[in-house]
């Protein structure tokens, strides 16, 4: 059982943004910007390409109020999605609040946010969802 897996059981606590029978979007507790979403499928498939094309095609429409919602939550061009998924083997897509091309830099250090910014974060997205 992957540590996302996990998350998604409960078992390990999260930030939850949004959830649906097929995905779970949650806050990154190591953000690169504040407002980095993860979203993940509820099945467990280790690289994103792999999974079936009714899961792709489903993942951005279920991801696009989050985008929208990070983009009315925070000051920022746009909502980026990255695909990387190398830190857990478990599928996942990243949006992000951006400004510039080096939001979306993972090799620069992460911020460390307290819990208590996490739970204001997330309900700004939250409350931003339509």
Avoid: W
Avoid at 6 to 16: C, L, N, R, T
Avoid at 35 to 51: A, C, N, R, S, Y
Avoid at 55 to 78: D, G, H, M, Q
Avoid at 81 to 95: C, F, N, Q, T, W
């Amino acid at each position: 059982m992957t540590l996302f897996s996990k998350i998604i059981a409960g078992d390990i606590p999260s930030y939850k943004i949004a959830e649906d029978e097929y995905f779970f979007a949650f806050l990154d507790i190591f953000p690169l910007v504040k407002g980095h979403v993860l979203v993940i499928p509820k099945i467990e498939t280790d690289q994103f390409f792999d999974l079936g094309d009714e899961y792709l095609s489903k993942i951005l429409v279920f991801a696009k109020p989050i985008a929208k919602a990070i983009e009315n939550s925070f000051a920022c061009n746009r909502c980026a999605l990255s695909v990387v998924g190398l830190e857990v083997p478990h599928a996942h897509m990243h949006l992000l609040p951006i400004n510039e091309i080096d939001d979306t830099n993972f090799t620069r250090g992460k911020l460390k946010i307290s819990d208590e910014e996490l739970k204001e974060i997330q309900e700004k997205i939250i409350n931003n969802l339509k």
